[in-house]
């Protein structure tokens, strides 16, 4: 399959050669020869190019709970496929060997192949690095699910602008977004993305009854603040005061590629969950030792 280039547009000759990406906030002006900040989309000889279209790093099956969705088809299986590159430099990634190395190795798969492997458990997740910066790929991929009865799992930062959003979202059952932070400066500044994008993609997801569920990692110093977890319970709680339940996953980091702050309590996570159960009806800890499960009472 010739894959179909979007998004990245070449303009006027005064620009030299440069092409434009319009797929998330960044907007990336690319030279020729360069790629753009998420490392896999290209500007060969002044058009733009996608060599990474189908180029899959992972490809396993998990439990779902892994990805995590707690309240979509729990007790189930699925395909789970990875990629390279990312469109955020989070510098506490715990998948950085694949999210900021292009040269990880894997291997061709067609979109074709992908769903035939999916048929088994009748659901694939893109996942591991950011799927959304391999739009192409996942459009044709999800395409082919669709006509195959196979359910599409995004589990992806959420950091892509609304026209390619709504393309993606038509077409996926659900969806794990991470909700990194509620600062727009951190966002900004140490993670390389944008918060009220992100917040966007969220509420879109939703009013386009995608499953979601959302995930932030908490890490010390860096979000753990009272008035910014606060932050994140209100924003779900409004969302679920309009009849959604929206299960929320919060998870304890550890040191991994350039962050070295000390990992984050359990107590820490548990005090969070605890304030949140006040809130929100279901609040989960992740990446500690037993998975605890919190229903509002």
């Known amino acids: 399959m010739e894959p179909s280039i979007r998004f990245i547009k070449a303009e006027a000759a005064a620009d030299n050669g440069i092409v434009h990406c319009e797929l998330c906030p960044h907007y990336c002006l690319i030279k020729p020869g360069k790629s ?21 790093t992972s490809l396993g099956i998990d439990p779902i709970e892994k990805k995590p969705l707690y309240h979509f088809r729990p007790g189930t299986k699925i395909l789970s496929a990875g990629f390279v590159g990312c469109n955020l430099a989070c510098p506490f990634c715990q998948n950085w060997h694949i999210s900021q ?30 799927p959304l910066i391999h739009i192409e790929y996942l459009l044709d991929s999800m395409n082919e699910a669709k006509k195959a009865g196979v359910a599409n799992v995004l589990v992806t930062n959420g950091c892509i602008n609304s026209k390619p959003a709504l393309e993606v979202l038509e077409l996926t059952d659900a969806a794990n977004i991470d909700l990194k932070c509620f600062s727009k400066k ?112």
């Not at 900004?188 to 966007?200: A, C, N, R, Y």
């Not at 932050?231 to 339940?245: H, N, T, V």
Request: hydrophobic letters at 35%.
């Open 36 to 56: 753009g900040l998420c490392k896999v989309r290209v500007n060969n000889g002044g058009l733009g190019s996608i060599p990474y279209y189908g180029h899959v």
């Open 101 to 130: 190395n292009i040269e990880a190795p894997g291997r061709y798969i067609s979109p074709t192949e992908l769903i035939q492997a999916a048929k088994k458990d009748k659901q694939i997740a893109y996942t591991y690095s950011e």
């Open 186 to 297: 951190t966002y900004k500044e140490i993670l390389g993305g944008d918060l009220d994008t992100v917040l966007g993609f969220i509420k879109k997801a939703i009013e386009m009854d995608v499953h979601v569920e959302i995930t932030t990692l908490l890490v010390p110093g860096l979000n753990d603040k009272q008035e910014e977890l606060d932050g994140i319970i209100g924003f779900i709680a409004e969302l679920e005061s309009k009849g959604k339940e929206i299960p929320w996953h919060v998870s304890a980091y550890h040191p991994d590629w350039k962050w070295n702050t000390a990992a984050t309590p359990e107590e820490l996570v548990f005090k969070t969950i605890e304030k949140a159960q006040s809130h929100l009806k279901y609040v989960y800890a992740g990446n500690v030792r037993a998975r605890q499960y919190y229903p509002k009472q």
